[in-house]
């Protein structure tokens, strides 16, 4: 049990339903009716989170590292409140803020402008903390000489800038993020780790996913290793991302 | 009056469909409620629908008539987003599972502007004024015809059937909507 818990995932459970066949109309649906139908058409299982628990402690940085389609992004939808599980509960206390997908949230027919504000109020701001913010967001993403233009006049990387520089804005107590050490050039990169560093020395706990194990090392307190669902380890960053990398170590004949 | 308020009916129930699957990376990425995304673009619906509104009755004021019980009328509308939002609701669920909805809908709403009053005045009696009973937009269509063109309170009864019509429908279209959001995220 962790002193203070912000994040308690007891026994969380999620499976989706997938059809094997993805065209998605009521016309495919009634040829499963036919004689060969429901040989051919069927609904597979994937139960992309199976029974986790854990508990995250305020000022915690909580790094989740796994294979593809081990169930990460499931689990910070569920703790983001995106999903409901099946079974099992997940609470958060304080405001949660969550950076799933990289330049998620920008209307491409609101200018940057209006992005910022729409954006910081859906994540709960005032409008006197997102007129405080609005200079740092521009400047923090590099994007102040583009504030009239819209979100589909600017690259990707400008806005994946932008949407990263919203949400560590927004003053999170809870902060989700997403494979965000992807985001902008390595300039960019390089002072968001620096952000990243100044927001884990203040009280906002965080939830990383990502692939950049050798940076979740850097700065996580504890890590996840997921696989298949299910939680693999837990415990200090070095000694998970040792067992994960040699799992992942490829056998010599492939 | 009648293609102004079926124009209200089939552009709402149209941008409900799609509001889920067009707004699917908000879905995915925060804890959004998603009917608010119906709300909002039956409400957009309702803008435009204003705005036909003010020029309908400018070509009153023009041709001499005041439209007196215009009040009244708000609150016909009223009953009426209630019962687009809840066909909205339905829609918009379902076109996340079944995509060919949309071709669907276009071929019932076809159907039912033929079988509506729209261009013509009802029959008093046979199959078409029993028909016409069952079909909620006529309610709109003759309530408005009766408040903003004939300047007539209508029958109560009238109200209360559409009032019915409106509440059931929001409430089956709630239903279905909660039902079926769960699986949003994993469809989209």
Known sequence: ??????????????????????DGTILSRMADFLPSGSKRHHSNCINAVQDVSFEVARG?????????ASGKTTLLRLIA????????TVKTRGKVTSLIELSVGLRHRLSVRDNI???????????????DAFLNILEFAGVQQYVEMYPYQLSSGMNQRLAFSIAIHTKPEVLLLDEVFSAGDIYFQKKASKKMEELICS???????????????????????????????RGDPTTVIAAYKSALTLPAQV | MGIISW??????TGRSMTTI??????IKALPIRSEILVVSAVIHALFSHSLEIVVFVGILLWTGITPMLIGIYFFVLLVSFIFTLGVGLFLASVFVFFRDVQQIWSVLTRAWWFATPIFYAPSSTGLGAKLSLFNPIYYHIHLSRELLIYQRIPDIRMFIVFIGFAL??????????????PNFVALL
């Open chain 1, 1 to 22: 049990m962790s002193i203070d818990p912000v994040i308690i995932v007891e026994h969380a459970s999620k499976t989706f339903w997938v059809h094997a066949r993805t």
């Open chain 1, 60 to 68: 915690e940085v909580l790094g989740i590292v796994g294979r593809n």
């Open chain 1, 81 to 88: 409140g995106i999903l409901e599980p099946d079974s099992g």
């Open chain 1, 117 to 131: 504000c729409l954006a910081c109020s859906m994540f709960g701001m005032s409008r006197s903390d997102i007129r």
């Open chain 1, 203 to 233: 009280d906002v706990t965080v939830v990383m996913v990502s692939h950049s194990i050798e940076r979740l090392k850097e700065l996580s307190s504890h890590i996840i290793w997921m696989d298949q669902g299910q939680i693999q380890q």
């Open chain 2, 7 to 12: 124009n209200f009916f089939a552009t709402g």
């Open chain 2, 21 to 26: 699957t067009s707004n699917a990376d908000l």
């Open chain 2, 168 to 181: 059931v429908t929001l409430i089956i279209g709630y239903m279905i909507f909660s039902k079926l959001r």
